[in-house]
C-alpha cells in the first residue's frame, strides 16, 4: 500500500480555506491538522473537515510532510524557512515573499533540505491555460485583464502582488524571449497602495504585452486574450473558456440609404477539462516532494514573475498614483 501524504494548512482565512477543502478532496492524503492565530475562525474549520487545529504552528511541523502556508504575505518568508528546515515540503501562496532575496533565500533552504517549495501561482493549474500554451506559438499582442470590485480584507498588498502578479507569470511563460521594456501607470483609490494598474511590456522578438490589473471595479473580469498572424484567442479564465478566431474577413456594401458593414470569422472553442486547479496544484507539490516528479515551473521560473512584478511596483511613481 502506498504511503499516506500527511498534510497541513497554516493561516485558514479567505484562501487557506480552499487548501483545506482541496487537500481533503485528494485520494491517500491526511488532513492532520490546521494553525491559525485566530481560533474562532480556525476551530469551525477543523471541526467540518474533522482534524486537529492549533494556534501556533509549530505543532504541526512534527506531524506533517507537506503544508500549505496561506499567512498574509509579509508573514511567508519567516513561516516558510522554518517548515523548510524540518524537511517539510511547502506550497506558499503567491506572491511568496515581497522581497526577491528572501525568496531566493526560501529556495536555497529548500534545496538545502530537501524539500519541495512551489509558489501558489494556481492559474498555471487552470485547464484553460494549460490548453492555451497549445494554441500560442507566437504571440504578436496579448492584452489582459484582470478586474474586480475591492475587497476590504486585501490591504497587505497592493494590486501588483495581489493580483497582477498572476498574469505576469502566466505571460512570462508564453512569450518566449527576454523582456526589454517595462512602462507602469497606476493609481490608489481605496488604499494608499495601488488599486488600478496598467503595464505594458515588450518584449526582445517584438511581442508587446498589455496587462490592467484592478481593485475598484463593480464586475469582476478576468480574460486573456492573444494576438497572432493567424489567430486571435480569447481564454475567460473565470469559465475556462477558450475561442480561437480565424479567417476574419470584412464587407461593406453602399446602398442609397445607409453603409452596411458585416464582419465574418470562424469561431473554435476549445475543449478544457475543468478540474480544480488547486487540486491539481497540490497534487503536483505531492508528487514532487514525495515521489521524485519533476517540478512543471522552473525555479528561475518562479522568481522571474515576482522579478518583473516588483520592478512594476518600482516604476510606480509613489506619488503619481495617489488619486486627489
Ligand atoms: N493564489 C491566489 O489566487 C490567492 C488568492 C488570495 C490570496 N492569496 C494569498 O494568500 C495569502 C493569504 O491571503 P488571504 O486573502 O487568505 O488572507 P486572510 O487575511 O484572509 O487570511 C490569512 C490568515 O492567516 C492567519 N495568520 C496570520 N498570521 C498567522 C500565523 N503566524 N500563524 C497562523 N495563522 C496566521 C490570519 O489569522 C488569517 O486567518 C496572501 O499571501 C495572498 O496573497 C492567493
Same mark, same amino acid.
Given at each position: 500500500m502506498d504511503k499516506i501524504i500527511r498534510a497541513g494548512v497554516i493561516g485558514v482565512g479567505h484562501m487557506g480555506q480552499y487548501h483545506v477543502g482541496a487537500y481533503s478532496e485528494i485520494t491517500g492524503v491526511s488532513l492532520e491538522g490546521i494553525s491559525d492565530l485566530d481560533m474562532e475562525r480556525a476551530s469551525p474549520i477543523a471541526k467540518k473537515y474533522r482534524t486537529k487545529c492549533y %494556534?501556533?504552528? %509549530?505543532?504541526l511541523l512534527d506531524k506533517v510532510d507537506v503544508v500549505s502556508i496561506a499567512v498574509p504575505t509579509a508573514f511567508h518568508f519567516d513561516i516558510a524557512k522554518e517548515c523548510l528546515e524540518a524537511g517539510i515540503h511547502c506550497l506558499v501562496e503567491k506572491p511568496i515573499c515581497n522581497d526577491l532575496k528572501q525568496a531566493e533565500q526560501l529556495f536555497e533552504v529548500a534545496d538545502k533540505h530537501n524539500s519541495a517549495l512551489h509558489v501558489g501561482h494556481v492559474e498555471r493549474f487552470n485547464g484553460a491555460v494549460q490548453q492555451l500554451k497549445k494554441v500560442v506559438c507566437d504571440p504578436i499582442l496579448i492584452e489582459s485583464r484582470r478586474l474586480g470590485p475591492f475587497a476590504p480584507r486585501v490591504r497587505d498588498d497592493g494590486v501588483v502582488l495581489d493580483l497582477m502578479i498572476h498574469d505576469i507569470d502566466i505571460i512570462l511563460n508564453l512569450v518566449n524571449s527576454p523582456l526589454a521594456t517595462l512602462n507602469v501607470t497606476g493609481s490608489s483609490v481605496f488604499t494608499n497602495r495601488e488599486d488600478v494598474v496598467n503595464v505594458q511590456l515588450q518584449f526582445e522578438n517584438g511581442c508587446m504585452a498589455n496587462i490592467i490589473a484592478s481593485r475598484a471595479t463593480q464586475e469582476k473580469i478576468r480574460t486573456l486574450a492573444v494576438t497572432q498572424e493567424k489567430e486571435y484567442i480569447v481564454l475567460d479564465y473565470t469559465n475556462q473558456d477558450i475561442l480561437v478566431h480565424r479567417r476574419a474577413s470584412s464587407q461593406s456594401e453602399l446602398t442609397r440609404q445607409e453603409l452596411r458593414y458585416t464582419q465574418e470569422s470562424f469561431i473554435e472553442r476549445i475543449f478544457v477539462h475543468r478540474e480544480n486547479p488547486l487540486k491539481l496544484q497540490l497534487q503536483h507539490l505531492i508528487g514532487c516532494g514525495t515521489n521524485g516528479d519533476k517540478r512543471i515551473t522552473s525555479v528561475e521560473s518562479e522568481l522571474k514573475s515576482l522579478k518583473v512584478a516588483l520592478q512594476v511596483l518600482r516604476n510606480l511613481n509613489p506619488v503619481s498614483h495617489i488619486r486627489a
Open positions: %494556534r501556533d504552528y %509549530r505543532e
